[in-house]
């Protein structure tokens, strides 16, 4: 008999809620999404005739300009004329260069198992062999530069469409 209440119970609560105007039954309102977050920097310095405050960069995403990686985003500030004093406020997309990007790629990575030769009588034994070459890239280091570029030449986009890739995905998650 409870188990019967209980379901007669239930079926009431589900036709009148079916019954009842939107908006009769309480109802928790949906959260809030989070809101996005920016990673913002600030920028402080002087230009030429005039000095900026208040000033911060938001990067938006990583682009290739000319072959170079470089950042591009929102620059947002107060410029001052020195000689004028007149105070402007700026909102420009600028890009700015990556400079001093290092890392290594890998050129060659070889594996052999062991060996082992007879060879009229001479025996060789050769245990397993790992060879691994990788190119250092960087300012400076001109054959490691070059052997990585190599390397990426049958990449599709070009070296730096990979590690685009992953900055924009880092740069969205910051």
């Known amino acids: 008999m409870k188990r019967t ?3 007669l119970t239930m079926i ?3 036709l009148s809620a079916a019954v009842l105007p939107a908006g009769t039954l309480a109802s928790t309102p949906p959260a809030p999404a989070p809101a ?3 990673l913002t920097l600030p920028i402080v310095g002087t230009v030429v005739g005039g000095t900026l405050t208040n000033a911060t960069f938001t990067p938006t995403r990583f682009v290739t300009q000319n072959g170079n990686l470089a950042l591009q985003g929102t620059l947002v500030g107060t410029l001052t004329n020195t000689a004028t004093g007149v105070v ?3 909102v420009r997309t600028i890009t700015l260069a990556v400079t001093g990007v290092t890392g290594t790629c890998e050129i060659l990575d070889l594996q052999l198992g062991p060996l082992d030769l ?3 009588g001479l025996v060789v034994h050769l245990d ?3 060879l691994n070459i990788t190119a250092e890239a960087g300012p400076g280091n001109l ?3 070059l052997l990585c570029a190599v390397a990426g030449l049958l990449d599709a986009g070009g070296p730096l469409s990979s590690l685009l890739g992953l ?3 880092i740069l969205r998650n910051l």
């Open 128 to 130: 397993q062999i790992n």
């Open 118 to 120: 007879d060879l009229l």
């Open 36 to 38: 996005a977050r920016q």
């Open 12 to 14: 009431l609560t589900l």
């Open 5 to 7: 209440v209980i379901a």
């Open 88 to 90: 402007t406020t700026i």
């Open 167 to 169: 900055l924009n995905n």
């Open 143 to 145: 054959l490691g530069n």
